[in-house]
């Protein structure tokens, strides 16, 4: 998984407006304002989101891995959405 694919992933969820996603409102909201906004520390926030996907070695959905990541506190989006 990369940035980019994330991004993609996130991006395509957002434009069929989270239709059948089995994610929480809160994850949902979550990725698309990291999808749609420019904030300091996003690359860092990818980047982890990236690590915790590839290190999973699952079968679980990349977004729904995300979401179990979104459970930790001190991401930098959250200082950005304030």
Same mark, same amino acid.
């Given at each position: 998984? @990369?940035?980019?694919? #994330?991004?993609?992933?996130? +991006?395509?969820?957002?434009?069929?407006?989270?239709? %059948?996603? %089995? #994610? %929480?409102? +809160? @994850?949902?909201?979550?990725?698309?304002?990291?999808?749609?906004?420019?904030?300091?520390? /996003?690359? *860092? %926030? #990818? *980047?982890?989101?990236?690590?915790?996907?590839?290190?999973?070695? @699952?079968? @679980?959905?990349?977004? $729904?891995?995300?979401?179990?990541? #979104?459970?930790?506190?001190?991401?930098? $989006? *959250? /200082?950005? =959405? =304030?």
């Amino acid at each position: 998984m @990369t940035q980019e694919k #994330l991004l993609e992933i996130i +991006r395509e969820m957002i434009e069929e407006n989270w239709a %059948d996603s %089995d #994610l %929480d409102a +809160r @994850t949902e909201k979550v990725l698309t304002f990291i999808a749609e906004n420019e904030y300091e520390g /996003k690359d *860092e %926030d #990818l *980047e982890l989101f990236i690590d915790r996907i590839n290190a999973a070695q @699952t079968e @679980t959905p990349a977004l $729904f891995v995300v979401q179990d990541a #979104l459970k930790n506190k001190g991401w930098n $989006f *959250e /200082k950005a =959405m =304030m």
